[in-house]
C-alpha cells in the first residue's frame, strides 16, 4: 500500500496562493489516480480535485475550476496541487488520497488511502 504526507498549508490572504503537496512512499506511485479532498469547519469533506496516473487526465469541483491546479511528479512521488485567488470559503484542511482504480474518480469510496490532512486557512 501507499503512504501518504500532505505539506505546504498556512495562512494567506484572500487573492493569494498556495501550492500543497502530497509525498507518497510504499507501493509504486504510478499504481494510483490521486485525488485531492477538503473538508470545512461543520461541513462535509468534499472532492477538490483529481489526477490520472500519468497527469494527463484532470477532473476538479466547479468551485474550484480555472483557479486550482493538480499535477504529479512521478519522478519524485508527488502530487501537487496549485491554489490561486483563493478565497475565504476555500479555508479547509485538504487531504489527498489515493485510488487503484484507473481513470480519475470524484468519490471518496474510490479513495482506500489518505494522508492526515493540512490546514488552509484563508484571511479575508
Known amino acids: 500500500q501507499v503512504q501518504l504526507v500532505e505539506s505546504g498549508g498556512g495562512l494567506v490572504q484572500a487573492g493569494g496562493s498556495l501550492r500543497l503537496s502530497c509525498a507518497a512512499s510504499?507501493?509504486?506511485?504510478?499504481?494510483?489516480?490521486m485525488g485531492w479532498f477538503r473538508q470545512a469547519p461543520e461541513k462535509e469533506r468534499e472532492f477538490v480535485a483529481a489526477?490520472?496516473?500519468?497527469?494527463?487526465?484532470?477532473v476538479y469541483a466547479d468551485s474550484v475550476k480555472g483557479r486550482f491546479t493538480a499535477s504529479r511528479d512521478n519522478a519524485k512521488n508527488t502530487l501537487y496541487l496549485q491554489m490561486t485567488s483563493l478565497t475565504p470559503e476555500d479555508t479547509a484542511v485538504y487531504y489527498c488520497?489515493?485510488?487503484?482504480?484507473?481513470?480519475?474518480?470524484?468519490?471518496?469510496?474510490?479513495?482506500?488511502?489518505w494522508g492526515q490532512g493540512t490546514q488552509v486557512t484563508v484571511d479575508s
Open positions: 488520497a489515493a485510488s487503484q482504480v484507473g481513470g480519475v474518480s470524484q468519490r471518496e469510496a474510490m479513495y482506500p488511502y
Open positions: 510504499g507501493r509504486t506511485f504510478t499504481s494510483y489516480a
Open positions: 489526477i490520472n496516473w500519468t497527469g494527463r487526465t484532470t
